[in-house]
């Protein structure tokens, strides 16, 4: 079966320091992975969205970048983190004309 | 663009009552839809969905969910909802493989 895996589960990290979440799926291939970001337990907002290794769609202007170095594996990065970059991101994967299934979530808190 | 439209931020209902969360949606061509759930502090699980067929989808702990394409809506429903039901739930919308957008969330408060 699937599983999706997503880490770390909480974070505290201060202004202007790097980032990087993980997430990586099993048990399927070529999937479409995306990146959300959800504020204040409410909208998800899409950041980023691969179809394929290397192929990374940016919904947002941001502070964020994502890379898909191995097709089970997408990386969520910031060079210089804001405060506003504070918020619960959410990993997950599809396959085309299926549902999504997502991660357990990151808080991201920077102080 | 597409779109999904969620329009009330909080529904609340009796426990034992029919509940129904509103979604409209808008896209070119046909829509795949869907109903995700989301407790706190957790990411989203899935409900239903609709790509193609019935119009009346049937999903996990006895919600289900018509599609209307002339009003361009999939509403969620439940015929006799419990306080467990009490959650923040997302209606999404893709088209293909394209991405999947989600609406700004209903909260469900359902009271004993």
């Known amino acids: 079966s699937q599983t999706i895996h997503q880490w770390p589960a909480t974070l505290v990290q201060p202004v202007g320091s790097p980032l990087s979440l993980e997430c990586t799926v099993e048990?399927?291939?070529?999937?479409?992975l995306y990146w959300y970001r959800q504020a204040a337990g409410r909208g998800l907002q899409l950041l980023f969205y691969s179809v394929g290794i290397g192929q990374i769609s940016s919904e947002v202007p941001q502070n964020l970048s994502a890379s898909r170095p191995q097709d089970r594996q997408f990386i969520l990065s910031s060079k210089k983190l804001l405060l506003s970059d504070s918020g619960f991101y959410l990993c997950?994967?599809?396959?085309?004309?299926?549902?999504?299934?997502f991660g357990q979530g990151t808080r991201l808190t920077v102080v | 663009a597409q779109s999904v439209a969620q329009p009330e931020d909080q529904v609340n209902v009796a426990e034992g009552n029919p509940l129904t969360v509103k979604c409209t949606y808008s896209v070119s061509g046909n829509p795949y839809l869907f109903w995700y759930v989301q407790y706190p502090n957790r990411g989203l699980q899935f409900l239903l969905k609709y790509i193609t067929g019935d119009n009346l989808v049937k999903g996990s702990y006895g919600f289900e969910a018509e599609f209307n394409k002339s009003q361009t809506s999939f509403h969620l429903k439940k015929p006799s909802a419990l306080v467990s039901d009490s959650a923040l739930y997302f209606c999404a919308v893709s088209k293909s493989t394209d991405k999947l957008i989600f609406g700004t969330g209903t909260r469900l408060q359902v009271f004993p």
């Open positions: 997950a994967w599809s396959l085309s004309y299926t549902e999504a299934f």
């Open positions: 048990g399927t291939s070529n999937p479409n």
